[in-house]
């Protein structure tokens, strides 16, 4: 049984080699005209708020001198990700809503998968980042600005990004070497279960090396996230002011509540068996994490704080003045 398996899966990496696919179908949200009609303008209002607020968070990040601090360095980082993330994704979505133009090259179709994976994955990279930056914060405040220099903030910065990117590549090249019996994409933009799901046969070995590759990435960074706020908690929780205590809490909770959102949908869509056995539940998760999750980000992260706030206030009142 072992050997027809592994001749089967030769097999279709060899057929791959024949394969003529120029273009891909998306099929998308076609079943469902009551939702088509609503999709589009939520999608131009969310694509559009999203690129507004992270640019004008960027921009204040930017201007005050109050937010040059590593936390604020990495958020900027953040507000350009989630730009970018949303960029690859929804505006592609848009234009086939409107046009129902839904074909796509393969050549684009592989392009959006890579850079949506690698976006995804930069992310969890830098949200572990970001966590440990507030473990150290609070955990060890006088050792702070020795542990987090600005040397430190840029390697961790650049170890998000490279480590995003180059953990995509492997499943991105698998992907493009497999054979495929359909051109229809049952989606509404290029990921790995749609993909895997136009597949001749089923290759497990490349099933398993993308969900081996997508829970190394989840599950590393997540535990970084996780010890780094389980000590914040035990430290928050000998803070003899209640003050202090509430705001540190406070804060905790916001990043813990986006980041459980971020992972749990991860988690579903990637490091499950079977992940593309259930491509219309997918739909509905995928619209969550690629359209919601990114428009409320900068608000949990970042404009519910008192800093933030602050300089939001004093740039707002400084273009007045020049108006």
Known sequence: MRIYISMNETNCLQMSEKNNTDEFTFIGFSSLPLMKFWLTPALMFAYSFTIIENIFLITLVRVDNSLQTPKYFFLEHFSFLECCYTTVIIPK???NLITNMTTVRFSTCILQLYLFLSLGATECLLLAAMAYDRYIAICYPL?????ISHHMCLLLVCFSWLGGFLAAAVPVILISQIQFCSLRINYFFCDIPPIMQLSCCRIIYIEFTISFI???VLMSSFT???ISYIQIII?????????GLHKTFSTCASHLAVVSIYYASGAFMYARPNAQETVET???VALFYVVITPMLNPIIYSFRNSNVL???RQFLHIK???V
């Open 93 to 95: 979505t848009l234009y």
């Open 143 to 147: 050792h702070y600005s020795v542990m």
């Open 214 to 216: 997508s829970s190394t």
């Open 224 to 226: 970084v996230i996780l």
């Open 235 to 243: 430290t928050i929780f000998i803070i003899p002011s209640n003050r």
């Open 282 to 284: 997918n739909k509905l």
């Open 310 to 312: 602050q300089a939001m």
């Open 320 to 322: 007045k003045i020049i």
